[in-house]
């Protein structure tokens, strides 16, 4: 973890057995193939880990907001018919433990460390999840789940803000986040026709990501292109604290 006001850098190899080991910590939980699972946590390293991970599964991640109030996050949970969640910290386990009797989850994983939940086996950290997966890890199996993975299956359930009434899940495959990064890649990444003034997308580019990965907009520009590219992104540490993260990280 990265000291409190710093940043603390990551390489893609790191990255990589993170989720590794995270997807297997998953599989340990009995995520499978279709089962859906929801991240309910503002944007950070985390989310991006846990959605590699559970993607990596065969499974569909769906997404709660979380400005959501309990009823809300209980229909977010209960419309996708969610088997387990991803929640940030207690104060939204604790949205989530106050609608769980209507729901059928079969496991809730907190990001953060918690403390007085130890009669829940259903409860875990992520800490717990990685462990779990260090020692589940087969390189042969996760890459068999990989190559199974068609670009028709569903990937996402993503959704809306609810201003036209109930919020809309919305289905999005591996196909659709596929064609919109190879869209924008094969207009901002190098090409031999691009003056050199004008601002490439390559493994050089720092993004900062802060908007909400819970929305399609960050969780495609902020988040896949970005991996898919190469290039570094930082997670800001709160929307409060852009200024300094920009001047620390120096986004291109």
């Known amino acids: 973890a990265a000291t409190p006001g710093e940043f603390r850098p ?12 995270l997807s297997a910590g998953f599989r340990t939980l009995g995520v499978n ?6 991240i309910f946590s503002a944007t950070r390293m985390e989310w991006a880990q846990s959605d590699f991970a559970l993607l990596s599964t065969g499974a569909v991640v769906t997404t709660v907001y979380t400005g959501s109030s309990p009823d809300q996050v209980h229909y977010l949970l209960d419309d996708p018919n969610a088997d387990g969640v991803v929640v940030e910290n207690e104060a939204l386990l604790e949205r989530v433990l106050a609608v769980e009797d209507d729901l059928d989850l079969e496991f809730i994983v907190s990001i953060d460390a918690l403390e007085g939940y130890d009669d829940r086996d259903d409860i875990l950290t992520l800490g717990e999840v990685y462990a779990r997966g260090e020692a589940a890890f087969d ?3 996760y890459e068999t789940r990989l190559a199974e993975t068609d670009l028709d299956d ?10 036209t009434g109930q919020p809309k899940g919305v289905q999005l495959t591996h196909g659709n986040f ?11 990444g190098p090409r031999p026709d691009r003056d050199a003034d004008v601002p490439t997308l390559d493994k050089e ?6 908007l909400p990965l819970a929305h399609v907009f960050e969780r495609t520009a902020g988040h896949f292109i970005m991996f898919a ?4 992104v930082a997670y800001a540490e709160s929307p409060d604290t852009l200024q ?6 120096e986004p291109t």
């Open 10 to 21: 990551l390489s893609y190899a790191e990255m990589r057995t993170i989720v590794r080991r």
């Open 33 to 38: 193939r279709g089962d859906r699972v929801a």
């Open 139 to 141: 390189r042969e199996a």
């Open 154 to 163: 569903l990937a996402s359930l993503i959704y809306t803000s609810g201003t």
């Open 178 to 188: 596929r064609s919109n990064v190879n869209g924008v890649r094969k207009r901002f």
């Open 205 to 210: 580019s720092v993004a900062v990501s802060y």
């Open 229 to 232: 590219t190469g290039a570094c």
């Open 244 to 249: 300094e993260d920009f001047s620390i990280v």
